[in-house]
């Protein structure tokens, strides 16, 4: 399995930006779909986005759809989360996840997870 360590987290006002990272290690990233996915206290970890190993494909919630675009590098091993125009409902935890070669949005699919990444958006 990949192992990830994402990055980029942090306290931003409402209406603001952050660019959340995650470097892989271990495996052959460009075998692996990439996603992130996030939980709030007291809910269910949640799908965000997802990528597909090339990354011609994305897929996003709707809930972030328009605000949120996801980006892999694949020779730097590195996946990226650009997220604007920041709601406070955006609070969470912010995982990234890698599965083998099939693109999904669900949780259960996906084989490897970071440890997270905390984002807080004040009103």
């Known amino acids: 399995q990949v192992q990830l360590v994402e990055s980029g987290g942090g306290l931003v006002q409402a209406g603001g930006s952050l660019r959340l990272s995650c470097a892989a290690s271990?495996?052959?990233?460009?075998?692996?779909?990439m996603g992130w996915f996030r939980q709030a206290p007291g809910k269910e970890r949640e799908f965000v986005a997802a990528?597909?190993?090339?990354?011609?494909?994305?897929f996003y919630a709707d809930s972030v759809k328009g605000r949120f675009t996801i980006s892999r590098r694949n020779a730097q091993n590195t996946v990226y989360l650009q997220m604007d125009s920041l709601k406070a409902e955006d609070t969470a935890v912010y995982y990234c996840?890698?599965?083998?070669?099939?693109?999904?949005?669900?949780?259960?699919?996906?084989?490897?997870w970071g440890q997270g990444t905390q984002v807080t958006v004040s009103s």
């Open positions: 996840a890698a599965r083998w070669w099939i693109v999904s949005t669900s949780v259960p699919d996906f084989d490897s």
């Open positions: 990528i597909s190993r090339s990354g011609s494909s994305t």
């Open positions: 271990g495996g052959t990233f460009s075998n692996y779909v």
